[in-house]
């Protein structure tokens, strides 16, 4: 069975920093492309950031441009995002997903993602 669990979550003040984890299970990670979302309650679900275990390709929308970073750890089937300067706006909860993607671009997951987590709540508040 196919599992991603996200953690990391928590509450931060603006400006600071968290890093989300997303640990997967039940599948070969390094043929799965994994991709960070998040989704305030009454919008719809945005796109973040991928990358793929198997072509190393990343990619970043303009939400996460500039102030996060997509990074994996093969070893540990476990994908992080890097979050810095957060925005109170940036309050929501991610979600890690994953779509099998050999030697396939990352995109694919944003466009098609097939396996969830249960999501990680990040808080920005003073």
């Known amino acids: 069975e196919v599992q991603l669990v996200e953690s990391g979550g928590g509450l931060v003040q603006p400006g600071g920093s968290l890093k989300l984890s997303c640990t997967g299970s039940?599948?070969?990670?390094?043929?799965?492309?994994i991709g960070w979302f998040r989704q305030v309650p009454g919008k719809e679900r945005e796109g973040l950031s991928c990358?793929?275990?198997?072509?190393?390709?990343?990619y970043y929308t303009d939400a996460a441009k500039g102030r996060f970073t997509i990074s994996t750890d093969s070893a540990k089937n476990t994908v992080y995002l890097q979050m810095n300067s957060l925005k109170l706006d940036d309050t929501a909860i991610y979600y890690c997903a994953g779509i099998r993607a050999v030697r396939t671009h990352c995109y694919a997951v944003l466009k098609m993602p097939y396996y969830w987590g249960q999501g990680t709540q990040v808080t920005v508040s003073s």
């Open positions: 990358v793929g275990n198997s072509d190393r390709s990343t």
């Open positions: 039940g599948f070969n990670f390094d043929d799965y492309a």
